[in-house]
């Protein structure tokens, strides 16, 4: 469940395919994936970014001038922030990630129509742990309480990575408090769901257990997680983006992170995952909330890109993004991009 974000900012092609019933003008049937499930109305789009109109030029979002606000959540002390105007989306941050990890050109573009909510969760940055049993559903219910908290009884969640996981179950757990779903390099596990290759949980597995030893966390291994976050493409057009930063760290990657609340998001990622849980995506199905699915087309390892796939062919009306050239970070890599898929789909379902 490790990323590594710090990463170049890229224009290149979107390929986007949309599962909306509402649009005629190309589709076509999808069948032979993941067990012959059948996939209807599909429709195929080519944008060039360059093409679209930027308006990321000044105001760009940065989280350290935004206040830090704390607010007593259960049985913890979380910290918050909340900028921007309209209606409230709520970002749940990748694995062991802070609330100051998103990228201020992607906040930018979602906090001029929305109002923004960061957090971090518990055990991370400025939030205690607390001294419940560590669950996505205790996540989720954070989330129901922070809201609570801040008087909001409704609001759009947006997941990137574990923080997907979290989405899902927030929205499964409390329909009535949702507007609409954002699903970012994730997966609604389960049976369905496509795991990661078994080579790379391994080296995940080392890497969590050097940390939780205090051992070091060889350059090569570094190099791996680097290049299986950014995704071949990428690497293949901006090579120097796989190259490791001088004392590269763990710390250093991800500030206000410790091996123990690292190891435990890695238990919850595996426990989401397990091929002998339901999985989420029929409780998805049920719930018949707005669903946006954005995936990069090179996310192999953490988050196998499938798993996107799966997602919409379950869930009838949910739009799929397919983002050419990505990995799993693909919010750092494309944040423009990202934003404005983002934005067009609220601004379709209002």
């Known amino acids: 469940m490790l990323v590594y974000s710090n990463i170049l900012v890229r224009k290149d092609y979107l390929f986007i395919i949309m599962f909306l019933s509402t649009l005629i003008f190309s589709s076509t049937a999808f069948s032979n994936y993941s067990n012959n499930v059948a996939v209807t109305n599909i429709v195929n789009g080519q944008i060039n970014p360059d093409q679209i109109n930027s308006t990321i030029t000044t105001g760009i979002v940065n989280t350290q001038d935004i206040p830090l606000e ?42 001029s129509n929305n109002t923004v909510i960061l957090f971090d969760s518990r055990g991370i940055g400025n939030t205690t742990v607390g001294t419940e049993p560590y669950s996505i559903q205790l996540l989720a219910n954070d989330t129901a309480d922070l809201l609570d908290a801040l008087k909001i009884q409704k609001a759009n969640v947006l997941g990137y990575s574990l923080g997907t996981f979290i989405t899902q179950q927030f929205a499964i757990s409390y329909p009535d408090r949702v507007s609409s779903i954002i699903l970012i390099a994730g997966s609604c596990g389960g049976k369905d769901g496509i795991p990661k290759p078994a080579e790379f949980y391994k080296l995940q597995a080392n890497i969590v257990n050097k940390t939780l030893n205090n051992e070091t966390i060889s350059n090569d291994e ?77 996310d192999n390892y953490y988050m196998p890109n499938e798993n996107a796939l799966v997602i919409a062919s379950k869930v009838p009306g949910a739009w799929l993004v397919q983002i050419k050239d990505a990995g799993h970070a693909v919010p750092d890599q494309y944040p423009e991009q990202v934003g404005k898929i983002v934005q067009t789909f609220l601004s379709s379902i209002k």
């Open 70 to 111: 704390k607010v007593r959540v259960g049985d913890i002390e979380m910290g918050y922030k909340m900028f921007g105007k309209g209606e409230p989306i709520v970002l749940h941050n990748g694995a062991s990630d802070n609330m100051d990890a998103w990228n201020p050109v992607l906040l930018s573009i979602l906090s």
């Open 222 to 298: 570094f190099k791996t997680l680097i290049t299986a976050s950014l995704g071949s493409g990428w690497i293949k057009l901006y090579p120097e983006s796989a190259e490791i930063p001088e004392n590269m760290t763990l710390t250093a990657a991800k500030p206000g992170l410790s091996p123990e609340m690292m190891n435990k998001q890695n238990n919850l990622g595996l426990a989401w995952e397990a091929t002998n849980w339901d999985g989420a995506c029929d409780d998805l199905v049920k719930i018949a909330k707005p669903l946006l699915i954005i995936t990069g087309t090179d």
